[in-house]
């Protein structure tokens, strides 16, 4: 990597290393004020304790009158149904589908998404999302109530426990009874995507028992926790909200609160690689996302927990969409209600450029089913479409060498009088045909495909769980050869070898670009390789393999690509 390149990922990991301080200072969204009558915050929920994988059918709290129950002796209220789950399985995903609060997901299990220990990603935990799904609102003394008890399955799923959706879009209904009304909720699950259609009609209740006859559908918890480095896992978490396409992005903060009432396009929470949104497909008045602290053992440490709502009217049937899965571009760009933007492609200059390096990677991928030689692919054909920038760069910069006896010369002449100094440099360029900035400007004008290939290379999920070859069998993650008992700063826990290679290569190709060899020079260009292969250590093995792969293309192309004659003529004196 030349001088300019090796800025542009100093500036990198700048940015990378002060981002969590900046959230910290200030929020992208500051919690607007309670509106009279607004929703507020989210409040816990009351989980019963199981030793199980989910929860026995147990008593459950019911914070208003009204709904079909008993009272035991020690004034518990229980439902009189039992909770009942039905697994719902589709070509992408198995979900568990729970009776209580009519249809509350108990897991959300990805069939193509393992984890670190092989088993499969789980999109719901019992401990962190219990409770999503449920339909809350506020009665007209301003008490809130969830409908958290037990409802019935209707139709013909009520007597069974699985449901196989396997090509054609299959759905499970529930009704409950409150105060002698019947109100109902059902689920539509898609064979082809992570879509669930939800339909609520709460119209027969509404008038009698909701303030402005007003309720949310609520998801807690956001998404579990599932890449093994956590510190970077955390740094993706984020919540969304989009109103009229304007989109506001929680700052983190715990107990934070971002609402607005309005047309609501959708609200979402994130982790690096996957998703959980709520997409109103009828009229909405309100969306909320908030965060929270929560029990560290069942999740990420470092990331919140963000909870979000979206308010409908009961007074017709209300809809939604809700993403449960990946965080692919196409899969959200398709909704038509722009989700997509909620994935990390960089600032707006940079989004283009990544995402047009995202749909070549996956183009070539449908020819070439190794992502890594894909990495490899793409690598060389990057060199090919920037060598006419390139050579004119290291032309320029052969040209300085080739001038830096006679710029000596002008110091030693010129070195009490700085001004004519300058002046004749000036006219020396000139003379010679030279721009002192040849070697920078085409430098400069790849910066935004450098950035780019960074935020995507790191954080697109095509490359989680893809194998190169050798002991390279995860290129989201990196290639770590021999783990270490302790965790250095930076560096982490174990010793990757890619990063050592890229290292090495960089340290070749500066040598190589160094337009003068002054001890400074040489220091600063050993600590700027050792300095890149501590950050790249933890960085995923795809980065780090198409990094190293550039740079010994850029290498040959500094031996072999550009004719000294050329450097030569450039720098004969006219005239």
């Given at each position: 990597?030349?001088?300019?390149?090796?800025?542009?990922?100093?500036?990198?990991?700048?940015?990378?290393?002060?981002?969590?301080?900046?959230?910290?200072?200030?929020?992208?969204?500051?919690?607007?004020?309670?509106?009279?009558?607004?929703?507020?915050?989210?409040?816990?929920?009351?989980?019963?304790?199981?030793?199980?994988?989910?929860?026995?059918?147990?008593?459950?709290?019911?914070?208003?009158?009204?709904?079909?129950?008993?009272?035991?002796?020690?004034?518990?209220?229980?439902?009189?149904?039992?909770?009942?789950?039905?697994?719902?399985?589709?070509?992408?995903?198995?979900?568990?589908?729970?009776?209580?609060?009519?249809?509350?997901?108990?897991?959300?299990?990805?069939?193509?998404?393992?984890?670190?220990?092989?088993?499969?990603?789980?999109?719901?935990?019992?401990?962190?999302?219990?409770?999503?799904?449920?339909?809350?609102?506020?009665?007209?003394?301003?008490?809130?109530?969830?409908?958290?008890?037990?409802?019935?399955?209707?139709?013909?799923?009520?007597?069974?426990?699985?449901?196989?959706?396997?090509?054609?879009?299959?759905?499970?209904?529930?009704?409950?009874?409150?105060?002698?009304?019947?109100?109902?909720?059902?689920?539509?699950?898609?064979?082809?995507?992570?879509?669930?259609?939800?339909?609520?009609?709460?119209?027969?209740?509404?008038?009698?028992?909701?303030?402005?006859?007003?309720?949310?559908?609520?998801?807690?918890?956001?998404?579990?926790?599932?890449?093994?480095?956590?510190?970077?896992?955390?740094?993706?978490?984020?919540?969304?909200?989009?109103?009229?396409?304007?989109?506001?992005?929680?700052?983190?903060?715990?107990?934070?609160?971002?609402?607005?009432?309005?047309?609501?396009?959708?609200?979402?929470?994130?982790?690096?690689?996957?998703?959980?949104?709520?997409?109103?497909?009828?009229?909405?008045?309100?969306?909320?996302?908030?965060?929270?602290?929560?029990?560290?053992?069942?999740?990420?440490?470092?990331?919140?927990?963000?909870?979000?709502?979206?308010?409908?009217?009961?007074?017709?049937?209300?809809?939604?969409?809700?993403?449960?899965?990946?965080?692919?571009?196409?899969?959200?760009?398709?909704?038509?209600?722009?989700?997509?933007?909620?994935?990390?492609?960089?600032?707006?200059?940079?989004?283009?450029?990544?995402?047009?390096?995202?749909?070549?990677?996956?183009?070539?991928?449908?020819?070439?089913?190794?992502?890594?030689?894909?990495?490899?692919?793409?690598?060389?054909?990057?060199?090919?479409?920037?060598?006419?920038?390139?050579?004119?760069?290291?032309?320029?910069?052969?040209?300085?060498?080739?001038?830096?006896?006679?710029?000596?010369?002008?110091?030693?002449?010129?070195?009490?009088?700085?001004?004519?100094?300058?002046?004749?440099?000036?006219?020396?360029?000139?003379?010679?045909?030279?721009?002192?900035?040849?070697?920078?400007?085409?430098?400069?004008?790849?910066?935004?495909?450098?950035?780019?290939?960074?935020?995507?290379?790191?954080?697109?999920?095509?490359?989680?769980?893809?194998?190169?070859?050798?002991?390279?069998?995860?290129?989201?993650?990196?290639?770590?050869?021999?783990?270490?008992?302790?965790?250095?700063?930076?560096?982490?826990?174990?010793?990757?070898?890619?990063?050592?290679?890229?290292?090495?290569?960089?340290?070749?190709?500066?040598?190589?670009?160094?337009?003068?060899?002054?001890?400074?020079?040489?220091?600063?260009?050993?600590?700027?390789?050792?300095?890149?292969?501590?950050?790249?250590?933890?960085?995923?093995?795809?980065?780090?393999?198409?990094?190293?792969?550039?740079?010994?293309?850029?290498?040959?192309?500094?031996?072999?690509?550009?004719?000294?004659?050329e450097v030569q003529s450039v720098t004969k004196k006219k005239g």
């Amino acid at each position: 990597m030349d001088k300019n390149t090796v800025l542009a990922f100093l500036v990198i990991a700048l940015i990378l290393m002060g981002m969590p301080y900046y959230y910290e200072m200030v929020g992208l969204a500051p919690s607007p004020p309670q509106e009279e009558g607004q929703e507020p915050g989210f409040e816990p929920v009351r989980v019963p304790s199981s030793s199980s994988s989910f929860p026995a059918p147990t008593n459950t709290t019911v914070q208003r009158s009204g709904f079909a129950k008993r009272v035991d002796e020690d004034g518990v209220v229980k439902s009189l149904s039992e909770e009942k789950i039905v697994y719902v399985e589709t070509p992408l995903y198995v979900a568990g589908v729970s009776s209580r609060g009519g249809g509350s997901l108990v897991s959300f299990v990805l069939k193509n998404y393992p984890l670190n220990d092989s088993s499969l990603v789980d999109l719901v935990v019992k401990e962190i999302n219990q409770g999503n799904l449920l339909i809350k609102f506020k009665d007209f003394s301003g008490e809130s109530v969830t409908l958290d008890n037990v409802w019935e399955l209707s139709g013909r799923h009520a007597h069974k426990d699985t449901l196989s959706i396997l090509s054609e879009g299959g759905s499970i209904d529930f009704f409950s009874t409150i105060n002698g009304q019947i109100i109902n909720k059902a689920f539509t699950f898609n064979p082809g995507g992570y879509t669930i259609g939800l339909e609520m009609d709460l119209q027969s209740v509404g008038s009698k028992m909701m303030s402005q006859e007003r309720f949310t559908l609520i998801w807690r918890g956001g998404v579990p926790s599932t890449e093994p480095n956590k510190s970077d896992e955390a740094s993706f978490y984020a919540a969304n909200l989009s109103q009229g396409r304007e989109i506001t992005k929680h700052n983190g903060k715990d107990g934070n609160v971002v609402s607005s009432t309005g047309r609501t396009d959708w609200t979402a929470v994130r982790s690096k690689y996957f998703t959980a949104a709520i997409i109103p497909t009828s009229s909405s008045n309100y969306g909320e996302v908030s965060a929270r602290t929560g029990d560290p053992s069942v999740s990420n440490s470092e990331a919140p927990f963000y909870d979000m709502a979206v308010g409908f009217s009961s007074a017709a049937p209300a809809s939604a969409i809700v993403y449960l899965g990946p965080l692919q571009y196409n899969n959200l760009k398709s909704l038509d209600v722009g989700l997509e933007n909620s994935m990390s492609f960089g600032i707006a200059p940079i989004r283009g450029i990544g995402r047009g390096v995202l749909y070549l990677l996956k183009t070539f991928h449908g020819v070439v089913p190794n992502y890594g030689v894909v990495l490899i692919i793409f690598s060389v054909l990057v060199k090919i479409v920037v060598y006419p920038l390139t050579k004119k760069s290291y032309q320029s910069m052969k040209a300085m060498q080739i001038l830096q006896p006679e710029i000596a010369k002008l110091k030693d002449k010129y070195q009490g009088d700085p001004q004519r100094l300058n002046k004749e440099t000036m006219k020396m360029y000139k003379e010679r045909g030279v721009n002192p900035l040849g070697g920078c400007l085409p430098m400069l004008l790849q910066m935004p495909l450098l950035f780019a290939l960074f935020i995507v290379f790191r954080s697109t999920i095509e490359l989680r769980g893809a194998p190169f070859m050798l002991w390279i069998d995860d290129l989201s993650q990196p290639d770590a050869l021999i783990p270490l008992p302790f965790s250095l700063p930076l560096y982490g826990n174990q010793i990757s070898l890619l990063p050592l290679l890229m290292g090495v290569s960089m340290f070749v190709q500066q040598k190589m670009s160094a337009t003068q060899a002054n001890p400074q020079q040489k220091m600063m260009t050993q600590f700027m390789s050792v300095f890149f292969v501590v950050l790249f250590n933890q960085f995923p093995s795809g980065l780090n393999l198409y990094y190293t792969l550039f740079n010994v293309l850029t290498i040959l192309q500094q031996k072999y690509m550009v004719n000294p004659k050329e450097v030569q003529s450039v720098t004969k004196k006219k005239g």
